[in-house]
């Protein structure tokens, strides 16, 4: 075991090590609070320069607050290295001028502009522009006949398209990707799961993402984090292997019907299973 594959079900795990020169991120005792109250508690981890890191865990253990985080959009303190560099200092719109895209939750498109609109606003640089748009009118095929559609009137997985095409517009170093298939239907989640398995053949993705038949085609490494606290770090394939881990450490039980008729139960195919709201 490396490092980097640290596993210490429900303990706090040591520091993931020390930082690789294959490490786009590195993210070390970082704690965030929201109104008030901590969210993020002493959460350390990297993400390695290419593929996909896969953020998991129950709902509303700190997943999306510590993207938040990392992007400056909440209070924070802690270390946050980019490349290198140390951006936990920085204005939110410095650090993605440094290279990190952002494909928020609820995708946050401008439901009155088209599509087109939408993209065009995205593109920080005119230079890199036209190439980008060819890479993504070849990813999103669907969204260069709707260019002149407004955005709200698209479907939820077409305005996760277009978030997703809005980041990858742009020369990014790393790709921070909240829940891009909550809500979607099967058939979407699959097309949503093939343009990210595209986007990380370019360029590195930190996922989170509750439905784990996408995190066992896409990611490579696995964080889970419990109560604002990282509690395990390691190799995805590890993870999914071992379903009395993956209960243990997201609270996952194979059998157990959703007692909710808005919940689905999402099956990876070793067996784990994760809960997805599906709204």
């Not at 490396?2 to 993931?16: E, F, K, L, Y």
């Not at 020390?18 to 993400?47: C, K, M, W, Y």
């Not at 969204?143 to 479907?155: E, F, I, K, Y």
């Amino acid at each position: 075991m490396s490092a980097h594959d640290t596993a210490v079900d429900g303990q706090r795990p040591a520091d993931d090590g020390p930082s690789s020169a294959d490490d786009v991120l590195e993210v070390r005792h970082l704690s965030a609070r929201i109104a008030g109250q901590t969210v993020v508690e002493d959460v350390s981890f990297t993400v390695p320069a290419r593929g996909v890191t896969a953020v998991l865990g129950r709902n509303g253990v700190g997943k999306t607050s510590t993207l938040r985080a990392i992007l400056g959009l909440v209070e924070r303190q802690g270390e946050i290295v980019l490349g290198g560099t140390r951006i936990d200092g920085e204005r939110t719109d410095r650090i993605v001028r440094r290279g990190i895209g952002y494909v928020p939750e609820d995708r946050e498109v401008f439901a009155g502009l088209t599509v087109a609109e939408n993209l065009r606003l995205a593109e920080r640089d005119a230079r890199v522009g036209a190439a980008r748009r060819e890479l993504v009118a070849g990813l999103f095929p669907d969204l260069v006949q709707r260019a002149g559609q407004r955005a709200g009137t698209l479907s939820g997985g077409q305005q996760q398209m277009v978030s997703l095409a809005r980041a990858l517009l742009n020369d990014n170093r790393l790709l921070l990707v909240d829940e891009p298939t909550k809500g979607l239907a099967p058939r979407l989640v699959a097309e949503v799961a093939d343009a990210l398995a595209e986007a990380a053949e370019r360029v590195p993705i930190l996922l989170v993402e509750q439905n784990l038949e996408v995190v066992d085609r896409l990611a490579e490494r696995v964080v889970v984090i419990d109560a604002g606290r990282v509690v395990h770090t390691g190799p995805a394939r590890d993870l999914l292997d071992d379903p009395a881990r993956v209960q243990r450490l997201l609270g996952v039980h194979a059998e157990t019907a959703a007692d909710d008729p808005g919940e689905t139960i999402t099956r990876a195919p070793a067996g784990p299973t994760t809960e997805e709201v599906t709204g």
